[in-house]
């Protein structure tokens, strides 16, 4: 198996256990939180949905980068062509911060925090997924058009004011402060030193300032892609509830671990650079080319994974929780910078004439510091992230 395979097996089995959760869950629900049993009869929802005196109000949430979304708009669509009067009121959910925010509002309102598009809120009932919108939104808006005065298509009755609260709030100070942290672990940056330590017995200072910027714009662009990646396919596919329980354990297994780290190290499971992938990595330092520099910050992106990836992980899913596509990009993006500025810092700092075997000595006397206080914060995002999505 090639190392960029088993690179990548992780972010599989992240997104195929989201879709295990995401798919196990209930698709039928009433306003107090409760769920409804599969089957059971349209006429028990519709006696709920007119014992109430209030106006009943509907709104079909979806996204337009959603395949399942799709269904229920072809679905809806031809609905319409024999029952015209009984359409939602539509609301997409792809980079619109407005309908975010009233999704939001709706999932509060309904006592469903964790509920995913496509969805469709019809007076005191919540249809989720295609199968519940398909089987159950027909024969209850029908209904609620014939025995109630006001129109099917009127905005969500109740909700607007409701604020939605969280355990947490995603802002810049937290992503740069993620990003820097993760910046300064000790897997981040020992291979750069030992490439410029490589590179200063060459006596070209010049060739050691290039090689550090194109190893670093490597690590950028290997962890800028990955996060992009990962967050678009959270973010299209619904499945923010199910990546984020995944991820928050995940980052609270690699928190254990990296505070294990610093107070009994060398003991059981440590996160490091595999030793297998040391071999790899020296070839293509001693190597000392540009384009060798660029395939070797890609592997070491790739083989840091276990030191580096609980805490990106973690702001993924902060930032899936908590923002819409182009919101999540830009937040990637000034992350990834934080992450590559400690590197900068020490090719600077080397260039300019600091050795590398000072910067060396401080990464390995403060190697135990750093993982205690990385793996502390790892925690702290872990107990954030599985707040949010259990309670």
């Known amino acids: 198996m090639s190392s960029a395979v088993s690179r990548f097996i992780p972010i599989l089995l992240i997104c195929s256990l989201a879709v295990l959760i995401s798919s196990a869950s209930a698709e039928v629900f009433v306003k107090n939180g409760s769920s409804i049993p599969d089957g059971t009869p349209a006429d028990l929802l519709i006696q709920d949905i007119l014992a109430s005196d209030e106006p009943v109000s509907t709104a079909f949430f979806y996204n337009t980068h959603c395949g399942i979304c ?73 209904a609620v058009q014939k025995n109630k005065k006001s129109p099917i298509d009127t905005f969500l009755s109740g909700i607007s004011g409701v604020t939605y609260g969280g355990s947490f709030e995603i802002g810049l100070p937290l992503i740069l402060g993620a990003g820097l942290l993760d910046g300064i672990n000790p897997c981040a940056f020992a291979v750069l030193v030992f490439l410029l330590t490589y590179l200063l017995s060459l006596n070209n200072r010049r060739r050691v300032l290039l090689t550090g910027l194109v190893y670093t714009a490597a690590v950028f662009i290997f962890y800028f892609l990955s996060g992009v990646g990962i967050f678009t396919v959270v973010q299209t596919t619904g499945l923010v509830s199910g990546f984020s329980l995944v991820a928050g354990i995940i980052a609270l297994i690699f928190a254990i671990i990296m505070i294990k780290d610093a107070i009994l190290p060398g003991r059981g499971l440590s996160l490091a650079i595999p030793e297998s992938r040391k071999e790899t990595i020296n070839h293509f330092v001693e190597k000392s080319s540009i384009p060798a520099a660029f395939i070797l910050g890609i592997l070491v992106g790739m083989f840091e994974l276990p030191c580096t990836g609980g805490i990106y992980l973690s702001i993924i899913s902060m930032i899936s929780l908590k923002t819409n596509l182009v919101g999540g990009l830009w937040y990637l993006f000034i992350y990834n910078i934080a992450f590559v500025f400690p590197l900068l810092v020490i090719i600077g700092l080397i260039y300019w004439g600091i050795p590398p075997e000072r910067v060396n000595e401080w990464r390995i006397d403060q190697r135990r510091s750093l993982r205690l206080i990385i793996g502390l914060i790892m925690l702290v995002f872990a107990i954030m992230i599985l707040r949010e999505v259990l309670l």
């Open 70 to 142: 799709h269904e229920a708009l072809e679905y809806l669509k031809g609905l319409a062509e024999i029952h015209p009067e009984i359409y939602p009121a539509s609301y997409d959910l792809f980079n619109n911060t407005t309908n975010g925010k009233l999704f939001d509002e709706a999932k509060l309102a309904y006592n469903q925090k964790h509920i995913s598009y496509p969805v469709i809120f019809i007076g005191p009932v919540v249809l989720e997924g295609y199968d519940a919108i398909s089987t159950y939104y027909e024969p209850l808006a029908l």
